[in-house]
């Protein structure tokens, strides 16, 4: 069975700091991998995808891939009370639909 | 351009009877998957529908359903009701899967079931 697994959280980090989120994955054959983020009450919105192994930089975030150990991680850096969601991890098995983690609720605090 | 869009936004039904939920894709999009999200279970994948036809199927019951039109529009339907069904009903559009799938998919505000 293909599994995303996240630690649930909450995970709470201090305004400013860096956030990190993990995420591993079971299907050796996963291809592609993104990270959404939810607001409560609201639909998820991509923040980023990665393909290749090695890091990906967007502004405050950096997504890091290693197929060989089969793990994904969001970074955000100097994280603002704003940045408080819940992160959910992609992953596309090959030719497959998406199977989502059950995300990780992060705490920004003041 | 505008988003994904998925009507109703909010649905109350009961026990035994039947809903349909429809999704209005990203323009240019061919590809639209349900998803159901709850607090036990998270985001589970329903469906996958691209140019008219199911390429993908999650692992519900039959009574969960689900089409596309030549517009790519999609209907998803539910059939007697369970107190079970109750969850939010994304829907998301994405150009084109692809194999292997480089394709992003974009989420719709959801539909909120209320089962009672």
């Known amino acids: 069975q293909k599994e995303v697994e996240q630690n649930s959280g909450p995970l709470s980090v201090p305004e400013g700091a860096i956030a990190s989120l993990n995420c591993t994955y079971s299907d050796r054959g996963s291809q592609s991998f993104f990270w959404y983020r939810q607001y409560s009450g609201k639909s998820p919105e991509l923040i980023m995808f990665?393909?290749?192994?090695g890091d990906k930089e967007d502004g405050r975030f950096t997504a890091q891939l290693n197929k060989a150990s089969q793990y994904v991680s969001l970074l955000i850096r100097d994280s603002q009370p704003s940045d408080s969601a819940t992160y959910l991890c992609?992953?596309?098995?090959?030719?497959?639909?998406?199977?989502f983690g059950p995300g990780t609720r992060l705490s920004v605090l003041p | 351009k505008a988003g994904v869009t998925q009507t109703p936004r909010y649905l109350i039904k009961t026990r035994g009877q039947q809903v349909t939920l429809s999704c209005s894709p990203i323009s240019g999009h061919r590809s639209v998957s349900w998803y159901q999200q709850t607090p036990g279970q998270g985001l589970q994948f329903l469906f996958e529908?691209?140019?008219?036809?199911?390429?993908n199927k999650g692992n519900f019951p039959g009574r969960f359903s689900g089409r596309q039109f030549s517009n790519s529009r999609s209907e998803m339907n539910v059939s007697t009701l369970e107190l079970g069904d109750s969850a939010l009903y994304l829907c998301a559009s994405s150009y084109s899967p692809g194999t292997p799938r480089t394709d992003t998919q974009y989420f719709g505000p959801g539909t909120r079931l209320t089962v009672l």
């Open positions: 992609a992953v596309s098995p090959y030719g497959q639909n998406f199977v």
């Open positions: 529908y691209f140019s008219e036809t199911q390429r």
């Open positions: 990665i393909y290749s192994n």
